[in-house]
């Protein structure tokens, strides 16, 4: 969820030692990498969306060549990608 990206932000920035906006950025960048927020819109985390895109897609076939497991109904019914779209 995204919380465990927020949270991995601030912890991550934490260990770097940032100062409380250093921790606030790595916490707004790590929450658009996980959703996408158009908040982002004209820094540069946008640019930072595709890469991820891009990063995910590669690591996905990836792992799936190496035998990687996951539910393929991805699409169908009630918990799953084409609700959280809409929404």
Do not use: C, W
């Amino acid at each position: 969820p995204l919380s465990r990206h927020l949270r991995g932000g601030q912890l991550a920035a934490k260990l770097l030692g940032l100062d409380a906006n250093g921790v606030a950025i790595a916490v707004a960048i790590a929450a658009s990498s996980a959703s996408g927020l158009r908040n982002n819109f004209g820094t540069m985390v946008k640019p930072l969306h595709a890469g991820n895109a891009a990063f995910h897609g590669v690591a996905a076939a990836e792992l799936a060549a190496r035998g990687f497991t996951a539910s393929t109904g991805i699409f169908d019914g009630e918990s799953t990608y084409t609700p959280l779209v809409r929404n």
